[in-house]
């Protein structure tokens, strides 16, 4: 399953681990409450004091939901201090936020999910391939493309993102809509915002990260006037077909069916507008290849080549002079370029030239190996449907 899967890589979709440099969702500027005392903010206040008192108190919970099965967080004195702090923060009825949160319950699945790989594990480029790559992911691929090609192409051009690269993130993120998670999002944000693993080397930059998750994720239903209870998703707290992050959602989400409301849920146009323009937030360049086949020397220099990890930055020419050989039109591409290295276990690992482009993908989630699956799964699907003209 997805989620196992993502987990054991130490990679979940905006929710990253293990990154080299600025995290997609948690520093990309999400929307900043408006300046004090401004009017604005005024307004802001008595909207969202209207929403959240006309907001609908937590009804049943969906079907298959997974609910937290530890103590609600009424009782942790450090949830209902934040509550507070939320309430005041953001404009908010504090009998509303304590409420809502002190309903939210602890998730001991989602601590254990949390945990890091165990040490002994070594990365498979081959078998992480093979999980994401497979007949039923292109061919639901291939059926996802035909459905929505006009909204494809539409996001195509209004963002430069090309319709494989979507229909890739889509499929590897939650098979068309299929994997979209059963974890109830309050309990899963409540419970890594207040019980991260401690063990964890960067609980506590983790905890505060899923804080903010938490205070949008709250914020955003008060405002919609929805039941934050109703909403399922990924252990994280990820939600939709492109599995968003509240802050990423609140950023980057676009109503591209244009019926008012954002939906990446039910909304499949909502859904691919979306992966496009966050794509293209984070600097997709239209027209670039995402990667080059490399092929190394056997004197490279593997440690200066490695040295900026996946951050695209040797010029085509020094690329060649570290040892690092490019065919064809690689050897004239005119960005920075990283040496791409991906683990094959205990064989020889796989290199690929990976362009900025390359690097736009890892920006929605902070691994190399996720990278190339979209890649990959997004090639395959446009052989089938160049196969299919
Ligand atoms: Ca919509």
């Given at each position: 399953m997805l989620l196992g899967l993502l987990l054991a890589w130490g990679a979940v979709h905006?929710?990253?681990?293990?990154?080299?440099?600025?995290n997609a969702t948690s520093s990309?500027?999400?929307?900043?409450?408006?300046?004090?005392?401004?009017k604005a903010q005024r307004n802001k206040a008595k909207e969202n004091k209207k929403a959240a008192t006309k907001a609908k108190k937590?009804?049943?919970?969906?079907?298959?939901a997974l609910i937290g099965?530890?103590?609600?967080?009424?009782?942790?004195e450090e949830a209902m201090r934040f509550a507070d702090e939320m309430a005041a923060r953001r404009q908010l009825p504090a009998e509303w936020v304590r409420q809502t949160l002190g309903k939210a319950r602890q998730s001991p699945a989602v601590i254990a999910l949390m945990k890091p790989p165990a040490a002994s594990f070594v990365k498979n480029w081959g078998v992480y391939r093979l999980r994401f790559i497979d007949d039923i992911r292109i061919k639901a691929g291939l059926q996802f493309w035909q459905q929505h090609r006009s909204d494809l192409m539409r996001a195509e051009s209004a963002y430069g993102v090309p319709a494989q690269i979507i229909v890739g993130v889509i499929g590897v993120e939650t098979l068309y809509g299929r994997?979209?998670?059963?974890?109830r999002v309050m309990d899963a944000l409540s419970t890594l915002a207040?019980?991260?693993?401690?063990?964890?080397?960067r609980a506590a930059e983790r905890s505060q990260y899923f804080r903010k998750e938490l205070e949008q994720f709250m914020l955003s239903h008060s405002q919609s006037r929805t039941?934050?209870?109703?909403t399922l998703g990924s252990y994280a707290g990820a939600t939709g077909l492109p599995q968003f992050m509240p802050s990423s959602i609140a950023s980057f989400a676009v109503?591209?069916?244009?019926?008012?409301r954002i939906d990446l849920r039910s909304s499949n146009s909502d859904a691919i507008g979306s992966v496009a323009h966050y794509l293209q937030a984070f600097g997709w360049k239209t027209g670039m290849p995402t990667h080059y086949a490399v092929r190394l020397k056997a004197d490279a220099d593997m440690s200066a080549l490695l040295a900026?990890?996946?951050?695209?930055?040797?010029?085509a020419a020094s690329f060649q002079e570290k040892g690092a050989m490019l065919e064809g039109a690689a050897q004239s591409h005119a960005g920075p370029l990283a040496l791409i290295e991906l683990l094959n276990g205990t064989d020889a690992p796989s290199f690929v030239a990976g362009t900025e482009n390359f690097y736009v993908i890892t920006r929605?989630?902070?691994?190399s190996y996720y990278a190339m699956a979209v890649i990959e799964l997004a090639e395959a699907v446009a052989r089938e449907m160049q196969n299919r003209r």
């Open positions: 905006a929710a990253p681990d293990t990154a080299p440099t600025s990309a500027a999400p929307n900043d409450p408006a300046k004090p005392g401004s937590p009804g049943p919970a969906p079907e298959n099965t530890g103590p609600a967080y009424a009782q942790s994997n979209m998670g059963r974890f207040f019980d991260f693993p401690a063990a964890h080397p039941d934050p209870f109703g109503d591209f069916d244009g019926d008012g900026p990890d996946i951050l695209p930055t040797f010029s929605y989630n902070w691994s």
